[in-house]
């Protein structure tokens, strides 16, 4: 069975709420690593090695195995702030 969307925004509010006691700058990259997981489909392994600069001209994004993945603006904003 499939998480609800309630379930799945109670989750990344957690993430975004857990005290970090060895770096507050890898609270950034863990809730990066969940929006490319969640929002785009992405593997943990790809999410993990993922380059903005791998961009196609149809606007997707291309990983190590060939494999096109389209990626919403919103998530593309997020990581660029981020950053």
């Known amino acids: ?17 857990i005290p970090n006691h060895c770096k507050e700058s890898k609270r950034n990259i863990h809730h990066c690593l969940f929006l490319l997981g969640y929002k785009s ?14 961009k196609t001209r149809q606007g997707l994004y291309q990983g190590k195995k060939e494999r096109l993945v ?12 981020r950053n």
């Open 1 to 17: 069975m499939l998480p609800s969307q309630e379930l799945l925004e109670k989750i990344s509010k957690k993430i975004k709420n």
């Open 41 to 54: 489909g992405l593997r943990v392994s790809e999410a993990i090695s993922f380059d903005l600069a791998n």
């Open 70 to 81: 389209y990626i919403p603006k919103k998530v593309i904003r997020e990581l660029k702030k």
